[in-house]
């Protein structure tokens, strides 16, 4: 039931090259950076990711990027990574944006084992008629292309159906996890990172803090250990990473207050 490892190198060890990965966080937010090092160190590529966004230039997944070692992402966000749109706009990078909603129910469905279901996110547009544009050809033009999906009537309404998503590993961050693999997500960290460790079928947590089974009261747990099969324990300086992505101040109200005169 001890599911520690002696380090994020052990972890990834078994991560080869053409593998997929669901990577959690939400911007910089719950990125198991750690983790995505060690799997830079190792060297794996050609990597199928699916993740909210593709991190930052230099930062979490924008790392592997940079490097070559993704070949394709499912995801919702291209964001600030001037890479990422860079490969994708000129066709070195297979890219299946959809819906946040739908990326995040068909990670929750492929976990909880359900093969498919209908939304009616995306009705109407090329997410369910198809024709998105997947890969671009080097010279330009549509290499490779979205497939139409089956549309059908419920109630009135249309829906698309969306297919689960279950991906060969999972890596994620907590701020806090037992032993046996049970973890409190903190804030926004939470958006993501539970639905990644439930569809990887080998899931990796890298936590923040590390408890024995036990200290963490079942009511406070996030996502139990079945999802979980490895754990890292972070070090206090790498627990204290946590990069901002865009830091927005406002004057002092010192500063902005007027002066009347009488």
């Not at 469905?109 to 050809?137: L, N």
């Not at 689960?164 to 049970?182: E, M, Q, S, Y």
Request: with cysteine; aromatic share 6%.
């Amino acid at each position: 039931m001890d599911k520690v490892v002696a380090s994020a190198a052990e972890a990834v060890a078994d991560i080869g090259g053409g593998a997929s990965l669901a990577v959690g966080g939400f911007g910089l937010c719950g990125v198991p950076a750690v983790l995505i090092g060690a799997l830079y160190e190792r060297g794996s590529g050609d990597l199928r990711v699916v993740s909210n966004n593709c991190g930052l230039d230099g930062r979490g997944l924008g790392r592997l990027l940079a490097a070559g070692r993704i070949a394709r992402v499912m995801g919702s966000y291209v964001g600030d990574n001037k890479e990422f749109a860079r490969q994708y706009l000129a066709g070195e990078l297979e890219v299946e944006l959809m819906p946040q909603g739908t990326l995040a129910e068909r990670m929750r469905a492929g976990g909880a084992g359900i093969p498919a279901f209908y939304t009616p996110a995306g009705v109407g547009t090329m997410v369910a008629e198809g024709g998105m544009p997947w890969r671009y050809a080097p010279g330009g033009g549509v290499a490779v292309a979205s497939p139409a999906k089956e549309v059908r009537e419920f109630g009135g309404a249309e829906y698309v159906l969306e297919e689960g998503i279950t991906t060969d590993f999972a890596l994620v961050r907590a701020a806090k996890g037992d032993r046996h693999g049970n973890l409190v997500f903190d804030k926004a960290a939470r958006n993501f990172n539970p639905l990644c460790a439930m569809a990887g079928r080998i899931t990796l947590a890298e936590v923040e803090e590390l408890v024995e089974p036990g200290e963490i009261d079942p009511d406070a747990v996030h996502l139990p250990g079945v999802f979980v099969q490895r754990v890292v324990e972070l070090t206090p300086e790498q627990a204290a990473d946590r990069p901002i992505e865009k830091r927005t101040t406002s004057a002092s109200a010192s500063s902005t207050r007027g002066t009347v005169r009488a």
